[in-house]
């Protein structure tokens, strides 16, 4: 049996998706949270480009899955933070963590690391085993 929801009506419209896709959901998750960093640190995150991949390359005997990555930083490049998808998804579903806090949590770390300052610096609210 269809319910109202899965049929065409004119709040979705036939032809468009009746939900986002969990990689749409994710860049929004991102993209608030670097336009949060942006508003505190303007002049840090100029110099920075956020993208978003599904899961990272790893070698064969990787033993850790991480979160983020970050290239460039040179005085001709920005720096290029790489935010994956996947394993934040994961963890978040087995800590009970929030999505949010936790891409959070992995952005002010990977700054404060590429930029070497403190997390603090960064975010005066971060909280590493907030929620």
Known sequence: ??????????????????????AAQFDEVVAIEVTRLEKRLPQVIARVEFAIEDVPNLEIDATE???THATGGTSHEPYRIVV?????E?????SG???SW???SALVLELADVLALSPEQIDPDFDPEGD
Not at 1 to 22: D, N
Not at 84 to 88: D, L
């Open 1 to 22: 049996m269809l319910g109202p929801i899965s049929r065409p009506s004119k709040f979705a419209p036939r032809g468009l998706p009746l939900q986002r896709s969990a």
């Open 84 to 88: 994956f998808r996947r394993p934040i």
């Open 102 to 104: 936790l891409v959070r």
């Open 97 to 99: 963590s929030s999505l």
């Open 65 to 67: 899955i991480p979160l």
């Open 90 to 94: 994961l963890r978040a579903e087995r």
